[in-house]
T-cell receptor, first 111, second 111 residues
């Protein structure tokens, strides 16, 4: 079992749709959780961090964390063609510095 | 505040040659990380520095790989006797606390 699992997609939705990207993890010691966006040929860009159970909203993005279920998600509202990218879920364990990444979910928003 | 910079951006080398990459972190960040990313996968952790001390190395980092951060500022990653399997994007990230910010990466192609 991989440490961090994401549905690889590809996921294709129409512009304006609500998109939910999901991530499960195996290490119960995971403490900090991050969502990165990666455009094709570019490096990952941090879009959200979440450290405690519940929801965290930033503009059109909402991160949700449920440590009991070992589940973290990213909700994108009013999706735009510019949101088309691969979304990477990452986490670090308590006291650890390295990030462990999922394989990413490739998302396409169709105009 | 400039972001993380990496040089070169692209490197093509022949199998068996040595290559060296440089990373300049965000100026006030004391933590620096190297990751490797292959097509369709999330980044994989290679090594981590806090100031000039190399505090963690992945098992992925074979003895052909060495990293330094001599004055706690920029870092170099050297690969000796490159192999075709070393072809990947090498990413550097820096942080002050939990959130890691990535540079543009160095794409290595070993022919």
């Amino acid at each position: 079992q991989k440490e961090v699992e994401q549905d690889p997609g590809p996921l294709s939705v129409p512009e304006g749709a609500i998109v939910s990207l999901n991530c499960t993890y195996s290490d119960r010691g995971s403490q900090s959780f991050f969502w990165y966006r990666q455009y094709s040929g570019k490096s990952p860009e941090l879009i959200m961090s979440i450290y405690s159970n519940g929801d965290k909203e930033d503009g059109r993005f909402t991160a949700q964390l449920n440590k009991a279920s070992q589940y973290v998600s990213l909700l994108i509202r009013d999706s735009q063609p510019s949101d088309s990218a691969t979304y990477l879920c990452a986490m670090s364990a308590r006291g650890a510095q390295k990030l462990v990444f999922g394989q990413g979910t490739r998302l396409t928003i169709n105009p | 505040d400039t972001g993380v910079s990496q040089n070169p951006r692209h490197k093509i080398t022949k199998r068996g040659q040595n290559v060296t990459f440089r990373c300049d972190p965000i100026s006030e960040h004391n933590r620096l990380y190297w990751y490797r990313q292959t097509l369709g996968q999330g980044p994989e952790f290679l090594t981590y520095f806090q100031n000039e001390a190399q505090l963690e190395k992945s098992r992925l980092l074979s003895d052909r790989f060495s990293a330094e951060r001599p004055k706690g500022s920029f870092s170099t990653l050297e690969i000796q006797r490159t192999e075709q399997g070393d072809s990947a994007m090498y990413l550097c990230a820096s942080s002050l606390s939990g959130e890691q910010y990535f540079g543009p990466g160095t794409r290595l192609t070993v022919t």
